[in-house]
């Protein structure tokens, strides 16, 4: 892989575009709510358990059974594509193996970024799912999650890829482009935030913060929507270059 860039578009056939289009990434999932509203009722489990104790007779020097205390389930996954964009799963390189299996690291990732996201943060409507919650995009071979913040014209959409560094990655650049809005932060620590500022489509604007880390772990915060929406750099370096966010914990 040559750059996240390269890694968002995966192994893909047609020649690659000039940019990341991760508005491709969120149209396809809107196709497809259709079919993830289907699919969440088959694959969405409630488990209610109800505790009672049956009275039952019995000698009177005989002690009381112990009532059984339920065991809390573990949310069920929310459905997601299979396979990203489309294409063949790409295999990952990292510099060192990856300690945790997909599923495991998704569900600490989740319950990391929830208190990182902004106000408001939310799944897209019609998802099936009622949390923002990442998952393994082999295709790309990154997590990622999607949230939406606003609505209306101060829609924008929130897309955080998380992926083990390569050796590619030696060279910080910036996510979609190298040009003149390419701007590099020295955070300390080590620490290198790569952030890049490009029109889109449609009047909005593409806003990313890439966190170049030395715990072999690259983090990407990219925001679309309307300039004056948007969230500020400050705010997506604070996301990428949280601790917790990372994949040797």
């Not at 088959?42 to 002690?63: F, M």
């Not at 059984?68 to 069920?76: I, L």
Request: a positive charge.
């Amino acid at each position: 892989m040559d750059d996240l860039s390269a890694m968002l578009r995966g192994a893909t056939d047609n020649p690659p575009p000039t940019g990341i289009d991760l508005d491709r990434l969120i149209q396809g999932e809107r196709r497809r709510q259709t079919r993830r509203a289907a699919a969440a009722g088959a694959l969405l489990t409630v488990v209610t358990v109800v505790a009672g104790v049956a009275w039952v007779a019995r000698p009177p020097d005989r002690p009381a059974p112990t009532p059984v205390t339920p065991v809390a389930s573990t949310p069920a996954p929310c459905p997601h594509p299979t396979n990203g964009m489309g294409g063949a799963a790409r295999t990952p390189r990292p510099l060192r193996p990856l300690p945790e299996g997909h599923d495991t690291a998704a569900r600490r990732l989740t319950a990391a970024l929830t208190p990182l996201l902004p106000d408001g943060a939310h799944p897209k409507a019609g998802s099936g799912c009622d949390r923002v919650e990442f998952w393994w995009n082999r295709q790309a071979a990154t997590y990622q999650t999607t949230a939406w913040l606003g609505a209306g014209k101060t829609e924008v959409s929130l897309v955080i890829l998380v992926k083990a560094a390569e050796s590619s990655d030696a060279t910080p650049h910036c996510l979609a482009s190298d040009g003149p809005s390419c701007t590099r932060t020295d955070l300390g620590g080590d620490r290198i935030a790569m952030s890049d500022l490009n029109p889109h489509t449609g009047g909005t604007y593409q806003r990313s913060v890439t966190v170049y880390r030395p715990d072999d772990t690259l983090v990407s915060a990219v925001v679309i929507g309307r300039p004056a929406a948007l969230p500020t750099v400050a705010r997506l370096t604070a996301i990428a270059g949280s601790a917790d966010l990372t994949l040797y914990p």
